[in-house]
């Protein structure tokens, strides 16, 4: 095997790991429609017999229960990774994404949707982990510098071309060409925009959330972000607090995670917008295209943004279509992956709709950073009313962790989609064996 | 436990089953998105110690690979079933199937599609097949002698009260009340019509659809069902010899099974206008609500059905609103069960669109069949343009199969929802063990 006729490397090992961590203890993460949430993470570790000690590392971020159903669906593809070239498969990483996505029997369980969808983002994203770690390059600088045919190849436009051609894709990253080179030397000095949903968890007291308000402002921020939706009296008092407290000057965006139906969302925004919310999040279902427009024309100017439950780019882009969003929250492992997300972020800048990444979980703020970095530089151009939202949990268990400093991602120059977890992390959070699950309260 | 003081019956027991047959073996269910389907179950029973010797059978529908993720995620509601005290639960099933889709950690895992509402939908049915059970009646005939108010309490109206409030629903079925007992002698007197699938699937050769379009006529059936979206000169051909063996006054609807975009298939259905089909049946994505709004208005007067993919009540309520269909598919298994059916067979007589539910696969025949009658009775009143698809496979497994007789399902007699398989079908098709998957080929 490694004598001097081995040509290919194969992928040799898929190891999935039931990850949880006990977040509901501090009701960190906390908000109308998840009380008590236990950040996890069905986690992924590609190997190959390369012999270079490079892995890649993915994983679908879920709040506890039924992370074993996301492991078995992360399992169920396997086979579709196991024994393959390695060179080939991530080359060609358009046709390995749809190979999983296109399997006609696990298709039948989304289709292109739910756990059987996340599963595929695990498996596209630890790939991805993998291709840069070979190039020795972090992801984001890696999209950034492939030729605009390379990136349009790693789109799936099924069910896009009505709105976005390949040619009218190739449009998009050939205009944002010239401009690459500078844009990446900015997001090496001065990083990237964040907001802070730290403050604003349902949870919290207002003695707490006005205290992290504050240290907010103090660390250099100019949005945060309350969650809203549980009770209008306890959202009013919050948002006027909230509002004393940062000024007029600082944006402070609400969330409401799916908690309203359309006439319930319309009357609470009206209730709190004196306080100048500035974008009202998941004001409902993530599968109301009509329901989120027929929302926002009614509580313009304030504005609305949703995205981190939206299962595909079929769906981002009828909202598109349909004006039903001012702001696309793209998450990094509820679609299919950067395949899917790539087609989200070209059909954003088709309609000129600025993308604000959902992040926070456990490792979100690590991987969608590279996503927002990669769109600055070849796809939209800019990070104008563009802001990737930080949350300080849980990334002392990366070994890359995400950095926020003064307000701003600094971009992450370790190779890899900093997908990685500590191999202790792997150890003590497994459920129910790890020694986090065995403690005496 | 049996003794004089026992009042609670529990549930003590929650299987699960991963059952596949060998179905690609034949091409039986071949289409455009389908080539070889294995179909499947994910099968579970639910127990009691009631004493009674009943037990509640349901099953999410697969094809094959997959299955164990989809069993998966049943088991993962065995913690909300077992313990639980059986009248109470049975009595309130409105609330009772609420708590499955409630929970936020699993919920975080769609919300409210794929794998996880699939797995509601079988515990659910499971539910239901058992109360009709011990009622000592067939499902359709225990949900259609229910008071109005009864089935409104079933419904979960959330995201749906901007187009039907429970007052708008509770109007539906106090309309169709006065009918009821009339209704149920034509029913039992003369079926629900049917249309046959048999003849269509697309691995079948001209020979063989042929012979079993002429056998569907010959058998009473005034609408058959092609496949289409592999090869438009193939599906050209494929029309045209069927409007020649049935004549012009069979409908003839296609599936095309989501194979195309939205402009591919304005184009391939112009192509086959010139044969008259009845309906185009998922001619895009099932996530596509303005995407069949747009092919509706394009290829009218051709009309338009889906939904067996339709993930739940929210996007079947907006493709109500846009104007995405002519016809309302259901699915017995793939929302979250009965109750949510029930929502969707209400939002359809709000807006006065005909009801014509998916069946085929395994079982969903059987379980479907429940439903549409259960609306002929208490919802819309009528079977004016409606008909239950019936394919002519597997039934054998079944204790109480699907009778389809002249063109039309016989109403099911037997007590609970038809939903039971034979005790030697699970021994035999059980995955990978079964005697079926053991053969010398």
């Known amino acids: 095997m490694d004598g001097g006729s081995r040509t290919v490397s194969r992928f040799v090992s898929f190891r999935t790991h039931d990850v949880r961590f006990p977040t509901s203890r501090t009701l960190d993460g906390s908000d109308a429609m998840n009380p008590d949430p236990d950040y996890s993470a069905a986690y992924l570790i590609v190997g190959t017999d ?59 369980l989304g289709p292109e949707k739910g756990v059987m969808h996340m599963a595929i983002s695990a498996v596209v994203n630890a790939l991805w982990d993998l291709r840069a770690k070979r190039a020795g390059v972090p992801l984001w600088d890696l999209l950034s510098r492939m030729a605009p045919e390379e990136i349009v190849d790693l789109v799936d436009f099924r069910y896009l071309d009505d709105v976005m051609t390949p040619e009218q894709a190739l449009e998009v990253l050939r205009r944002a060409e010239p401009g690459r080179a500078a844009r990446r030397d900015q997001l090496l000095r001065s990083g990237y925009p964040a907001y802070t949903t730290t403050p604003g968890w349902l949870g919290y007291t207002d003695e707490k959330m006005i205290r992290l308000a504050e240290e907010a402002v103090a660390e250099g921020f100019g949005q945060i972000k309350l969650k809203v939706g549980g009770d209008l009296g306890d959202d009013i008092r919050r948002m006027r607090l909230a509002r004393e407290t ?28 004196p306080w100048s919310p500035w974008w009202v999040e998941e004001p409902t279902s993530p599968d109301e295209i009509l329901g989120h427009a027929t929302i926002r024309r009614e509580v ?59 992040a926070g979980g456990v490792g979100l703020c690590e991987l969608v950073q590279h996503l927002a970095m990669f769109d600055l530089i070849a796809v939209s151009g800019t990070t104008d009313n563009r802001v990737i939202e930080y949350v300080d949990h849980l990334h002392e268990h990366f070994l890359s962790p995400a950095v926020v400093k003064d307000g701003r991602y600094a971009a992450p120059l370790d190779p890899g989609f900093s997908a990685q977890m500590r191999p202790e992390t792997l150890q003590n959070y497994v459920f129910p064996e790890g020694s986090a699950w065995n403690v005496d309260e």
């Open 50 to 108: 390369a012999g270079d000690g490079l892995e890649g590392h993915g994983f679908a971020f879920t709040i506890g229960r039924g992370t074993e159903v996301q492991v078995a669906a992360i399992n169920a593809l396997a086979q579709y990774v196991v024994g393959c070239d390695v060179d080939a498969a991530l080359a060609d990483m358009g046709a390995t994404a749809r190979s999983f996505v296109d399997d006609s029997h696990l298709r039948w």
């Open 300 to 358: 313009a100017p304030i504005k609305i943004a949703t995205g981190e439950h939206v299962q595909n780019r079929i769906v981002f882009k009828q909202m598109l279509q349909a004006g039903s969003l001012d702001f696309v929250q793209i998450d990094a492992a509820r679609v299919a992956g950067v395949n899917e997300n790539i087609a989200i972020l070209l059909l954003a800048a088709v309609f000129d709709v600025p993308v604000c990444p959902h």
């Open 246 to 273: 940062v000024g007029p000057d600082i944006r402070i965006a609400i969330d409401a995670n799916q908690r309203w139906g359309v006439g319930e969302a319309v009357r609470w925004i009206e209730a709190l917008a």
